[in-house]
């Protein structure tokens, strides 16, 4: 919901998106090996496949991408596009494709989400659903969440096919709908239920997590996520009498919410860490500067750590931040009936992203107990779903590093915790262990990197075309 690793956090957009983007670069590029031509028209046809939920169509993108495997010679029966077949959720369906291996090993599963987030035409400065290649970027509503991921994916198995590439054990892709939610259901949620041997893997490979990370544009560090934060609602809502406009009065239903809604603002929750965010901040001291580097090592050193370095993490960005402690931010609000009325009620929505293990019954009692006002009622909007941590394999581990090494340059292989939510979560709770890697390098703590669900989403053209080398090298590899 997401979206991919740390730079999945929901970056604010609106100053960037009104500002012109910067002219067309006129340095003339190399052309585009055969291998990267097909990844830029798979990201173009996906980008440009409306698959919000509103009025866009999974089902429509699978069918296209499933002529692609049929095309390149792919049993019809290793090529399906399942999903519920009446009701509104029948335009949304799932892509599960079979490459079949020798079978000396058992299988691993790619997945992914072919779904976006809705994209407001007027809001944005390019066309959302237009790939646009403009100043060294890709621009366009998925191309960072995470169309760039299932393009790398269908192109190195495309590949792998025409060079007659067998791998040991088959390789199962599964690009599903509904994981942004907005309606409908959860593709991987879908065919756990109803079709659980299509997808039984070894474990599996999100491409929605994880990912390189930069630092002053350079490569330091490539991030498997092998961990998420978990996913809850509470809505806060009031109720008054109402009446005239003309005659108000103090007790407003909008005026206690934004009272109550302030006091959410202000609140931090405590404090946390565990062995993934430790091994996180331990591994990453190595790689930047001093005085960021004293304060990793003094988090990650015990499961009490020093407070005031953990301050000093928290207020350097919001992804820091987001590792250390639940969140939980206002972001949708709705209230009163008619302009010229007292409103009568108030709603807002305050989504949390809790810390794993972490109780969402105490998250509740914590903002009912921040908001500290009888009249305004805090409720749960859904039921929160564990995501157990996933360990991560020496075989894999290594595996990585040197797929890796091969594309860019040697880099310590550092285990991370996604601060949204992604699908894996549902696969994790049916015992199969999630690993979050993808071989697109952004900058967490660059707001210009990190525009997942928000204006103007983008990715690097170069940085595209090097996440499908490390794709199609870590398939052979695998």
Aim: hydrophobic share 40%.
């Amino acid at each position: 919901m997401n979206s991919r690793l740390h730079v999945r956090a929901l970056a604010t957009f609106a100053s960037v998106a009104l500002v012109a983007l910067p002219a067309v670069a006129t340095a003339q590029q190399a052309p585009l090996t055969p291998y990267q031509s097909l990844g830029r028209d798979l990201l173009r046809e996906m980008v440009e496949t409306n698959t919000e939920y509103s009025i866009g169509s999974t089902a429509k993108l699978a069918e296209l991408l499933a002529a692609r495997f049929r095309a390149a010679g792919f049993p019809a029966a290793d090529v399906q596009v399942v999903g519920p077949d009446t009701g509104s959720d029948a335009k949304d369906k799932n892509l599960v494709v079979r490459y079949r291996g020798h079978g000396t090993r058992r299988p691993i599963l790619l997945i992914g989400h072919l779904d976006v987030v809705e994209a407001k035409r007027s809001d944005w400065v390019l066309d959302p659903f237009k790939l646009t290649e403009r100043d060294g970027h890709f621009y366009g509503r998925g191309t960072l969440d995470m169309k760039n991921g299932d393009a790398s994916w269908v192109a190195a198995l495309l590949r792998m096919k025409q060079e007659g590439v067998v791998p040991p054990g088959d390789i199962i892709l599964a690009l599903t709908a509904g994981e942004e939610g907005g309606g409908g259901y959860n593709g991987i949620q879908w065919l756990l239920a109803n079709d659980r041997d299509a997808i039984k893997a070894q474990y599996a490979l999100n491409a929605d997590a994880g990912g390189g990370e930069l630092r002053d544009g350079k490569p330091i560090a490539m991030d498997v996520q092998a961990a998420e934060k978990v996913y809850h609602s509470v809505l806060l809502t009031t109720h008054d009498p109402g009446g005239h406009s003309s005659l108000p009065r103090t007790d407003n239903a909008i005026y206690a919410l934004a009272a109550a809604l302030g006091r959410v603002s202000a609140y931090a929750f405590p404090f946390q860490t565990n062995a993934v965010t430790r091994a996180y901040f331990s591994r990453t001291a190595a790689l930047v500067p001093p005085a960021l580097a004293a304060d990793m090592r003094a988090v990650s050193a015990s499961a009490t750590p020093d407070r005031a370095a953990v301050a000093r993490l928290a207020a350097r960005s919001p992804y820091y931040n987001a590792l250390l402690r639940t969140t939980c931010v206002a972001t949708l609000i709705q209230g009163g009936h008619a302009e010229n009325a007292l409103p009568q009620s108030a709603t807002a929505t305050v989504n949390c992203r809790m810390m794993p293990g972490t109780d969402p019954t105490e998250v509740e009692r914590a903002i009912r107990r921040i908001v500290a006002d009888s009249a305004v009622h805090v409720t749960p909007a859904d039921t929160a779903k564990p995501s157990p941590p996933s360990p991560l394999p020496p075989g894999l581990d290594q595996t990585l590093e040197r797929t890796t090494a091969s594309v860019w340059a040697p880099l310590p292989i550092v285990p991370s915790m996604e601060t949204g939510a992604t699908d894996g979560l549902y696969l994790r709770n049916a015992g199969m262990p999630v690993y979050g890697v993808s071989g697109l390098f952004v900058d967490p703590n660059n707001s210009a990197d990190t525009r997942a669900h928000g204006l103007n989403e983008r990715i690097g053209v170069q940085a595209f075309y090097d996440q499908l080398e490390f794709t199609y090298r870590l398939l052979k590899a695998l």
